[in-house]
């Protein structure tokens, strides 16, 4: 069942004992991101901070930070039942027959419940404060790095307009607080609210923005999910809820909000306005460089009377951020496979943030077709910004690091296997040789076939025969050899 807000998440991690609340009193300042780090590279729990030095609000932290409470949160029970639910909508066939249509109709309106419902009260409006009242040095906004410019709301949920089209965007972009009503506006060039502040410029218009700091953990991830532009997060949310998200219209923006949210900020951010933001200590384990980005004003917020803030923190991996890594990794593949239906699979290993590398196999079929995956890699959404892609043959395994290693690399003669490209760049890479701009490699390590000009013969592989080893497995406990070290 899916949860309806942040508390009854939290509930339920802590029925599981998987959350810990924290009791002694710890600054927001360095000390949560130090506990918050260690509990996140130890595989530790979820963790409620109840006093937090210079705030009434408690901080949530790590609630994504495992597999097992990932895919809880997201209402998914495994990646295969993920794969089972999107099928229908993937591949859909015609019912057949009377009975088979009988059985059609519940998928079909359980399709109709996941659309946004439209609410007119909402628990995150049980206080509403305004003017002077704005003052976000109330919430526990952490300073997560020694050399951090300051405090950064590191997992708002970013809710836009289409001055178009009236489309609603949502995406988690890191806001630094500047002082009581304004912070920055940390949304990459290439993002969907990026393009929706671009269409305001243009027509040096004002752009109304609500931010919703904790929600229901579906409705959470859903700003951080790379889906196309002009398809809704809240949509999304909806399908993995399995239930609609319910929403409400901002009290002083024209900004539909998730109704049971815990905190929502609303404001405007003005065309032009920049001001230096950053540095920042971020998902690439070194600190991003300050740079000018927008600003956003915030005119009024509006709040549960006990709200709980949800927040998380990116440094060098592994953190809280692979693991919503990994849930886009397997929750997009089978749209992937759709799009480039030769990858009959995709990992992202946490070492390589998201964009650094790409490990994909894929069912060869016709000379080049390694190089044609990356080209489609390199031209869909956000996997444009892959800087490595690896393409292996199909029968490699891709999440066993030694195994693929040893594949690739006895694989390719690099100079023919290699190829560069140049084009668009993660905002967040710094070696780059501009901002956003440089060049990608592409790895083809599939076996070379004659059609591609390999002459030589591709050797087999060594591997035991069976009946040796069947009768090696029935005499193996006789023969006294013990593994794994000495006793
Ligand atoms: C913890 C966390 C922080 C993030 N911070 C930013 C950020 O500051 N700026 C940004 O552009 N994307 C950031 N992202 C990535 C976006 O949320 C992601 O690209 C999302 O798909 C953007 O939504 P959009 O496609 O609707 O723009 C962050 C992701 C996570 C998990
Ligand atoms: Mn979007």
Redo the contacts with the bound molecule.
Sequence with gaps: MAFRNLAEFLRALEADGDLVRVRREVSPRLEISEIADRAVKGDGPALLFENVSGSAMPVAINLFASRRRTLRALNIASWEEWDERLEPLLDPKPPEGLVEKLKAIPKLTDLASVFPKTVRSAPCQEVVETGDAVDLSKLPVLTCWPGDAGPFI??PLVITRDPASRKV???????QVFDRNTTGM???K??????QARGYEREGRKMEVAVAIGADPATVFS?????P?GIS?FLFAGFLRGEGVPLVSGKTVDVPVPAEAEIVLEGYVLPGERRREGPFGD?TGFYSLEDDFPVFHVTAVTRRKSPVYLT?I?GRPPM??GF??EAVERLFLPLVKKTIPEIVDMHLPVEGIFHNLMIVAIDKRFPGHARKTMHAIWGTG?MMFSKTIVVVDRDVPLRNAPELLWRVLTAIDPERDIEFVRGPVD?LDFASRLPCYGSKMGIDATRKWKEEGFARRWPDEIVMSPEVRKRVDELWPSLGIKLGGKP
Excluded: I, S
Excluded at 190 to 195: M, S, T
Excluded at 223 to 227: H, S
């Design positions: 590191t997992l965007n949502a995406g988690v972009y890191r806001m940390h949304w990459q290439h993002k969907d609210g990026a393009g700003g951080v999910a790379p889906l532009p997060e998902h998380t990116v809280e951020d919503l890594g956000q905002e």
